[in-house]
């Protein structure tokens, strides 16, 4: 095990999750900190049953620690990682900022744990709405070969954190009672409504939410050739991202293969059964680790054509899990040595 690990940003909504599935999973350490930046600091939180002080981030701290899992905003994962790998410590990553850094592997531990492998200390986490995506993509790539993905996604307010839900829920109750408000997360009003741009304008059209996904499903298959054209939309919901997800395969798969090919991979729940009303929706997601997949239906204009429909809860295995699930992976390689 670890003798020392940190969560940094641990009063964030992301770094709250990380706490309680590290209780839940009861992953293995001799000591635990938190850390977060100096505002934070001094705050007191209850793990395991024990009040904890919050410690400010610095260089210096990190001399300390072996493992830190961070959920920070860029700019703050820029300067903490190089402080934490050069004294020793393995980070664990959150922020989009060394995503794409050739010499950071980029894992989702179901999809490609092998990537783990060659890690110089610092193992980034993908976005939150091309994890599920690729955790769906996994069993039918390896099956058929995907060439390529149509992705619509209906991300919940949650992904533009707490201030996002707020805007949510007091935008439509101001909504409701015919009162202006002021959203303080989106440039537009979310309650009764769909905002069709995630992120800034970034290329031919596509937003910076849109290309992480193309280049972030690329870099995790290690396929550049498979072919992503995302359209990323912010909807009402409070948490748990949603995608209509069309692929098309090398080889042809049926519904039927393609049912049992999700139903054997972990980490996936298969609800399809349109005649009885049940496939995945946000609400019953919220709060499950799975990634889940219904709506299975061959592509009426592709002959090698498969679509469904996925939701997850965008902050648990979207973030939270699947760093805590890559921590994982990296106390079985220890013990493996």
């Given at each position: 095990m670890f003798e020392t690990i940190a969560i940094v940003g641990a009063t964030g909504a992301v770094g709250r999750i990380i706490r309680q599935l590290l209780e839940e999973?009861?992953?293995?350490?001799?000591?635990?900190?938190?850390?977060?930046?100096?505002?934070?600091?001094?705050?007191?939180?209850?793990?395991?049953?024990?009040?904890?002080?919050?410690?400010?981030?610095?260089?210096e701290i990190f001399s300390g620690i072996d493992l830190a899992i961070g959920s920070t905003p860029d700019e703050t994962a820029k300067e903490f990682c190089p402080w934490a790998v050069e004294r020793g410590c393995v980070v664990v990553d959150e922020s989009g900022y060394w995503r794409m850094d050739p010499n950071v592997p980029l894992v989702v531990p179901e999809v490609n744990p092998e990537a783990l492998e060659n890690h110089r200390g610092l193992i980034s986490s993908p976005n939150c709405s091309t994890t599920q995506m690729v955790v769906a993509m996994k069993p039918l790539h390896d099956f058929g070969r995907i060439r390529r993905v149509v992705v619509s996604t209906y991300q919940a307010t949650s992904g533009a954190g707490v201030k996002g839900q707020e805007d949510l829920k007091a935008g439509a109750r101001a909504f409701l009672a015919g009162e202006d408000y002021q959203y303080q997360a989106f440039k537009h009003p979310i309650a009764f409504n769909l905002v069709p741009q995630i992120g800034s304008p970034k290329y031919q059209g596509y937003t910076s939410e849109e290309m992480k996904m193309v280049h972030e499903t690329h870099k995790i298959f290690g396929d550049d050739s498979i072919r992503v054209c995302p359209t990323c939309i912010r909807v009402p919901v409070d948490n748990c991202h949603s995608e209509s997800i069309l692929v098309e395969t090398e080889k042809k798969i049926t519904v039927a293969q393609a049912r049992e090919l999700f139903a054997a991979t972990p980490g996936i729940k298969v609800v399809d059964d349109l005649d009885s009303g049940k496939y995945p929706m946000p609400a019953q997601c919220d709060g499950d680790d799975a990634v889940f997949v219904g709506r299975i239906r061959e592509d009426l204009s592709s002959d090698n054509g498969l679509a469904f429909w996925c939701v997850s809860d965008n902050l648990r295995k979207g973030a939270a899990t699947n760093a805590v699930q890559i921590a994982e992976l990296l106390v079985k390689s220890q013990a493996a040595v």
């Open positions: 999973r009861e992953f293995p350490y001799r000591n635990i900190r938190f850390l977060a930046s100096k505002r934070s600091a001094g705050t007191k939180i209850t793990f395991k049953g024990e009040e904890h002080v919050v410690e400010e981030m610095t260089p």
